[in-house]
């Protein structure tokens, strides 16, 4: 999947990935850290229907907003264990 959106959030970067028409994708959205590491990729809000997410915005230090084709919106907070 090609990455669509970038959010840069301090020490990680929030990816959102374009999903094709033929392909079921809900978990469209991820956390890396700088050096390109996954942290977390973001749960299948709807395991019935195929609903990816269409945008990320910043809503303050540690949150995000997702947005689903739907009209839905998502508030996703930036959580993540610190590496040693």
């Known amino acids: 999947m090609e990455v669509k959106t970038e959010l840069d ?22 956390c890396e850290n700088k050096q390109g590491k996954m942290i977390w990729q973001v749960e ?20 995000i907003i997702a947005y689903n084709w739907i009209g839905l919106e998502w508030i996703i907070t930036l959580t993540f264990k610190q590496e040693n």
């Open 44 to 63: 299948d809000i709807d395991l019935s229907s195929d609903t990816p997410f269409i945008n990320i915005s910043s809503f303050d230090q540690e949150k």
């Open 9 to 30: 959030c301090g020490n990680v970067v929030i990816k959102l990935y374009e999903v094709s028409f033929r392909r079921k994708c809900n978990r469209n959205i991820t």
